[in-house]
C-alpha cells in the first residue's frame, strides 16, 4: 500500500476535514483506520526507528479528545503493537545469537553496528530493568530486545516489562494530545496548512541531518580502512 492509495483512503472517508496539509492528512487517515492504525503505526516504528512514535501517538490522543478516537483502544493497540515488535526482535536475537544478529543490524540501511552495542551494554548493565527503561529511549527502544532474546531472558519477565515500560510511555503521549486538546483544536483549525509545512521541513531536515551523519561515519570508516591498507 503505497502513499497514493492511503491518501485516497483518508480523502474517500473525511472528504471535508476542517484540517489542511499533511496535518489533516495523517489525522483524518488515522481516523479511517481507526486505532488499529495506531498499533499499526507503532509496530512499523520498531522496525523503522527514524519515524518516533513522539509523533503519532498525540495525533491519537488529539482525535480521542476531538471524539473521532477512543483513548484507550488506542492505547491498548499501540501498546499490543509495541510488545509484537519487541517479541519479534527477542526471537531474532534468540535464534541468530549475538554475531549474526550484530550482522545483520549493521546491514539494516542507515543502521549501525554502533547502534547494537549501546542496546547490548545497556543490557548487560541494568538487564530487566533495560528492557523497562528502554521503552522510553529512542533507538534503544527498538534493539533492546535483541539482547535480552540473546541471553534467553525469561520470557515472561521480559513481556511484563515490555508492557510496563511501553503502556507508561504511550500513556504519557496518547494523554499529552488529549489533555492539550483544547488548546490544539483551534490552533489546527486556523494554521493547520502553514504548520503541515513547518512539520514537514522539520521533519525533511531531521531525516537529511540522520542520512548525513550516518553516511558521513561511513567515509570516514572506509578512509580509515583504505589509509591501512
Not at 40 to 48: G, R
Not at 65 to 76: H, V
Not at 82 to 110: C, D, E, F, H, S
Request: proline letters at 4%.
Amino acid at each position: 500500500m503505497n502513499l497514493t492509495t492511503l491518501t485516497h483512503i483518508a480523502e474517500q472517508y473525511h472528504p471535508d476535514s476542517e484540517y489542511s496539509g499533511f496535518i489533516g492528512w495523517v489525522l483524518s487517515l488515522m481516523e479511517s483506520i481507526g486505532e488499529l492504525g495506531v498499533g499499526l503505526a507503532i509496530l512499523i516504528e520498531t522496525f523503522v526507528p527514524p519515524i518516533p512514535s513522539e509523533a503519532v501517538l498525540p495525533g491519537a490522543g488529539f482525535l480521542a479528545y476531538d471524539g473521532r478516537m477512543n483513548a484507550w483502544l488506542a492505547w491498548g493497540a499501540a501498546t499490543v503493537a509495541a510488545l509484537l515488535g519487541a517479541w519479534m526482535w527477542y526471537g531474532i536475537g534468540a535464534l541468530l545469537g549475538r554475531n549474526r544478529t550484530r550482522a545483520l543490524v549493521g546491514r539494516i540501511p542507515l543502521m549501525e553496528f554502533e547502534d547494537f552495542d549501546k542496546a547490548e551494554a545497556f543490557f548487560q548493565k541494568w538487564g530487566g530493568v533495560a528492557v523497562l527503561v528502554g521503552r522510553c529511549v529512542p533507538l534503544v527502544r527498538s534493539f533492546i530486545s535483541i539482547p535480552a532474546g540473546i541471553e534467553k531472558m525469561n520470557f515472561a519477565k521480559f513481556s511484563m516489562y515490555t508492557l510496563a515500560g511501553s503502556g507508561v510511555w504511550n500513556g504519557i503521549w496518547i494523554g499529552l494530545g488529549y489533555a492539550f486538546g483544547p488548546a490544539i483544536k483551534p490552533v489546527l483549525e486556523q494554521w493547520s496548512g502553514i504548520i503541515s509545512n513547518l512539520v514537514l521541513v522539520v521533519i525533511a531536515l531531521l531525516v537529511l541531518w540522520f542520512v548525513v551523519v550516518r553516511l558521513n561515519k561511513l567515509m570516514k570508516l572506509r578512509k580509515q580502512t583504505d589509509s591501512a591498507r
